[in-house]
């Protein structure tokens, strides 16, 4: 029977993959071919092979793969291993990841080594995802196999993308076979659909997507909140956030926007109105996590901002700079502005206090280190140091940090811990260490200045922060409470519940990415917040609001008796919408996701 009536259910599949010398045309040469045998869904044998190679291989492409000139050098020749690789492609379907490339190596190794190439049927696991996974936007391999839930150690050697390949054609060969009974039939429904000739603007060339019906985005307000896609069945296919709901909304849908996979589905659009652009972020954030759209692509953080972190789950634990906080048993110092700046800040620590300036992997030393030559670590890898005296070192230096007092500027203990060392250095003559002392001052004042107002425990300063329309109670450093601003008891009655769930300052994984996003917000925006150290009272909360609801511009504001402290306010107050009526004051969701998700 011809292999193109044979059913799909049952024929076998041959999944190649094979890397080359990364050169292209004639000069491209196979130096490795791997092979598994897939059959009715399943993997069974696997076959690989090194093969020789006549130019040598340049040291980019060695570093690549992995694969070394002294691999190749001892690998047989291609005449010897290709006949071996025809008998397992004869009568099977030849798959593969953009397999045209494997195909073209392929027949070119064969054409060298003047053998018949077998010619067989081709399957592409790129075209089997673009037509039966057509959420998954990024199609790389490895990329391809994680949203499938397939995991990827190794990758770029023949036999490991070959079995990674032949798990994402098994996950999605039940799908191909209910659309292809036939391999004819498969190939057919995987052939690319045809291009219209260049310059060519016939209405039949234009793309279908946007001839669909797209939803309806009239009753979306131009206000900041969340938006969610649906397909006809009521699925959920992308959360979104904007300052300007439906322009945001629409613009999926623009010509010129590139838009997405899902927006062929998109039926349905819902809303949920936010006070601020702080609310928008928070909220999409936790639908995100709850509804696990398929239209969403998790992104890089792109920002400047850094951390200052110390994790006491090692033993003489280290300070260490980070794009995010830490999770778990730890200190987090920030956001901060650069990260060099914040690099240096931490060596300058390590040398105040003699903490350990290497990784968190801490090598057993027979000699110590340069920095325990010159009198600036402890030296805990010779083994003779007593834990507890490090970590008083260490609790010290993050106690500057750690501090109640949110009145005094950002770096203020730190200072004074140094002008107190430089002061009794000089008392007991040794001036060349106060002379240290005093260059060191000099460098930390810039540091902290170029750093920002942030350089201070997240949860060490519990505070009502009021952004536009919404109040947030931040405690441990966690969001524990948010919504509209409300009428003064409202404030009143939420700011006592919000001390009431204070907790320990250490973060939840889950609630990373949620601190990281408030925290780089508020130190871009910087907007009013009034400390919580205490409880403070409904008179100083009621004049707090009416600051805010009045937008009086920055300033000495007279300090009242403690705890009515005020942080640092806006330096340039933009204009906020006013709070609306304690009648109307709906909060939002802050546990219950699930009513949003339908």
Not at 73 to 85: C, I, N, S, Y
Not at 157 to 172: G, I, P, Q, S, Y
Not at 562 to 586: S, T
């Amino acid at each position: 029977m011809d292999l193109l009536e044979a059913p799909l259910s049952t024929t076998e599949f041959l999944v190649v993959d094979t890397e080359t010398n990364g050169k292209a045309g004639d000069a491209c040469e196979l130096t490795e071919v791997g092979a598994v045998l897939v059959g009715g869904g399943e993997l069974h044998d696997t076959w690989e092979t090194l093969v020789g190679v006549r130019a040598p291989l340049s040291r980019g492409i060695q570093r690549f793969t992995g694969i070394t000139q002294g691999m190749v050098d001892g690998a047989p020749a291609a005449e010897l291993v290709l006949p071996d690789l025809a008998d397992q492609l004869r009568d099977r379907v030849l798959v593969g990841h953009n397999v045209s490339f494997d195909r073209r190596v392929l027949r070119q190794a064969f054409e060298r080594a003047e053998l018949e190439w077998p010619d067989p049927p081709a399957l592409c696991t790129v075209a089997l995802a673009r037509r039966f996974a057509p959420l998954v936007r990024q199609r790389k391999l490895a990329a391809l196999a994680g949203s499938l839930g397939i995991e990827v150690e190794v990758s770029h050697r023949a036999l490991a993308d070959a079995e990674t390949c032949a798990r994402v054609f098994c996950a999605l060969f039940p799908r191909l076979c209910s659309a292809a009974p036939t391999v004819g039939e498969a190939l057919g429904a995987l052939k690319p659909a045809r291009r219209s000739r260049a310059g060519s603007t016939r209405r039949k060339d234009l793309p279908r997507r946007r001839a669909l019906s797209r939803p309806e985005f009239a009753e979306l307000p131009d206000t900041p909140g969340v938006y969610i896609f649906r397909n006809a069945e009521g699925q959920v296919l992308y959360v979104g956030k904007s300052v300007r709901l439906r322009s945001r909304a629409r613009s999926h849908f623009a010509p010129s926007s590139e838009g997405g996979d899902w927006t062929a589905q998109a039926a349905i659009v819902d809303h949920r109105a936010t006070g601020s652009e702080l609310g928008a972020l928070l909220l999409e954030n936790r639908l995100i996590k709850a509804l696990h759209p398929p239209g969403n692509v998790k992104l890089k953080h792109q920002d400047a901002y850094t951390y200052l972190r110390v994790r006491f789950d090692v033993p003489y634990p280290v300070l260490e700079v980070a794009p995010e906080p830490a999770s778990g048993h730890a200190v987090n110092i920030g956001p901060l502005r650069g990260r060099s700046a914040a690099v240096e800040l931490k060596e300058q620590l390590d040398s105040l206090f003699g903490l350990r300036h290497c990784g968190r992997t801490m090598q057993r030393r027979h000699h110590p280190s340069a920095y325990g030559q010159m009198g600036r670590c402890l030296s805990p890898c010779l083994g003779d140091l007593d834990p507890n005296l490090y970590r008083a070192r260490l609790d010290e230096a993050v106690a500057l940090f750690t501090g109640q007092d949110a009145s005094r500027p950002a770096g203020h203990a730190l200072l004074a811990h140094v002008d107190r060392q430089m002061r009794e250095a000089s008392r007991e003559q040794r001036y060349e260490r106060a002379a240290w002392l005093r260059r060191r001052h000099g460098r930390l004042s810039f540091l902290i200045d170029k750093l920002g107002p942030f350089l201070r425990a997240a949860h060490a300063h519990p505070r009502l922060v009021i952004a536009d329309a919404d109040a947030f109670w931040l405690v441990g450093g966690r969001v524990v409470d948010w919504g509209p601003v409300g009428d003064v008891d409202s404030l009143v009655d939420r700011t006592r519940a919000a001390l009431a769930r204070r907790a320990e300052p250490w973060v939840p994984p889950e609630e990373v990415d949620e601190i990281r996003i408030v925290s780089t917000w508020l130190a871009a925006h910087e907007p009013p917040a009034l400390a919580l150290t205490t409880m403070p009272t409904r008179a100083a909360i009621e004049r707090f609001r009416r600051r805010v609801a009045a937008d009086v511009p920055a300033g000495p504001l007279p300090q009242p008796a403690a705890p009515d402290v005020l942080a640092p306010a806006v330096p340039e107050p933009v204009p906020r919408r006013k709070a609306p009526p304690a009648g109307d004051a709906q909060r939002l969701p802050f546990d219950d996701l699930a009513a949003i998700a339908g």
